[in-house]
């Protein structure tokens, strides 16, 4: 789990490239408020921008199972999940980002054979007002848990601090996806509930990288797969909320490198 100062220097550099694309993608989205913008437009920019600097998308053709024709491969660089979408949702000819949506974006860049991960989730135009609340409660609820993530705490010091804000703030902590360690794979050990007691689990060391991301329900935690086949939804029609930073444990405490 411990990645040396040169690969961590690497990943850092590999975070903005992250940074940039994601952010990008943000903000051809917020066109939606205006027009209809479609999802793979998304998808496109984040590719040009990842591989003008040399690298390439984690997520596109990365294995998730297997059915009886073999393996099955996620089928773009973006995820793009709206409104009750929680995650790992595609873009498809039908899926048009528009005023009022509640959209999530994730994304994972290769560089230097190094992988980051991160995502954010964007209100688009004139929406609810729970939808910018979840959206500022998801978004605080990692800033909670950033602060327990320091030499000698432990994941369930993390979890608990994003899960007694979420439910503190009237949602839900999503259960059944969690965080995760990153850098050498897109999904390494340890996991990382986004709930869990203090001083439980695995203590945090220098040098892990760590991919962080709260989730959280309008109504409920509870999941169900979507009818792509690859995003998670609410199972309940409730909205859902997503960030995510792909961090490392310092000696101060730890560094955000997306």
């Known amino acids: 789990m411990i990645k040396t100062k040169k690969e961590i220097a690497i990943l850092r550099e590999g975070g903005k ?64 999940s709206n409104n009750t979408e929680i995650v790992h949702g595609i873009p498809t000819d039908t899926k048009i980002i528009k005023n009022g949506d509640l959209l999530k974006l994730d994304l994972g860049v290769w560089y230097k054979d190094l992988c980051t991960d991160s995502a954010l989730s964007v209100a688009i135009g004139d929406v609810p007002d729970v939808v910018n609340k ?79 991301e709260p989730m959280i329900g309008q109504f409920s935690g509870d999941i169900q797969k979507g009818e792509d086949g690859f995003a998670f939804t609410t199972v309940d029609d409730g909205l859902a909320a997503h960030f995510e930073h792909t961090v490392v444990v310092t000696k101060k405490g730890n560094e955000v490198l997306t």
Do not use: W
């Not at 993608?25 to 984040?46: I, K, T, Y």
């Not at 998308?57 to 294995?63: I, R």
């Not at 030499?151 to 999503?174: E, H, L, R, S």
């Open 17 to 80: 490239i992250l940074r940039e694309a994601l952010l990008a993608a943000r903000d051809l989205a917020m066109e939606g408020a205006q027009r209809e913008v479609a999802s793979h437009e998304l998808n496109d920019l984040v590719i040009k921008i990842i591989r003008k600097y040399g690298g390439e998308p984690s997520f596109l053709n990365y294995e998730v199972g297997q059915d009886k024709n073999g393996p099955i491969n996620y089928p773009s660089a973006l995820c793009i």
């Open 134 to 212: 979840m959206v500022d409660v998801t978004r605080e609820g990692l800033k909670r848990g950033l602060k327990e993530i320091k030499i000698g705490n432990t994941i369930g010091d993390y979890g608990y601090a994003v899960d007694k804000y979420v439910t503190d703030q009237g949602f839900f902590t999503v259960q059944g996806l969690v965080g995760h360690g990153v850098g050498y794979e897109v999904h390494e050990p340890p996991q990382i509930p986004n709930f869990g007691k203090k001083g439980k689990g695995i203590k945090f060391k220098e040098g892990m990288v760590l991919a962080l």
